[in-house]
Nanobody, 120 residues
Framework: VQLVESGGGLVQTGGSLRLSCAAS????????MGWYRQAPGKQRDLVAD???????DYADSVMGRFTITRDYANNTVYLQMNSLKPEDTAVYYC???????????????WGQGTQVTVSS
């Protein structure tokens, strides 16, 4: 399984970025896809995720500013980030909760991470 992320970078306060993550592998099912972030010295926390049924969940700190969407046919998830703040600065990790043909149970898969930096 491979998760390939793109779209991070440097942006000023109030700006926007769009992250993309494409998952590839011998999937039986991809149940949920989402984004987590980790700032220096802090734990990795959920930003947003979306289930196979389209239900979304957001961290309180990004509600109303970030939007997660998913292309089910291509196992791709997007995170549109608007009104960015310096406290959004972190490494953003793509996550997929999936079952693959060689493993009968759901496993968490992670991307390599993409840096998002918001300057004040």
């Amino acid at each position: 399984v491979q998760l390939v992320e793109s779209g991070g970078g440097l942006v000023q306060t109030g700006g926007s970025l769009r992250l993309s993550c494409a998952a590839s592998g011998r999937f039986v099912s991809v149940n949920a896809m989402g984004w987590y972030r980790q700032a220096p010295g802090k734990q990795r926390d959920l930003v947003a995720d979306i289930t196979r049924f389209g239900r979304t969940d957001y961290a309180d700190s990004v509600m109303g500013r970030f939007t997660i969407t998913r292309d089910y046919a291509n196992n791709t998830v997007y995170l549109q980030m608007n009104s960015l703040k310096p406290e959004d600065t972190a490494v953003y990790y793509c996550n997929a909760k999936a079952v693959v043909v060689t493993t009968p149970t759901q496993v968490n898969y992670w991307g390599q991470g993409t840096q998002v930096t918001v300057s004040s």
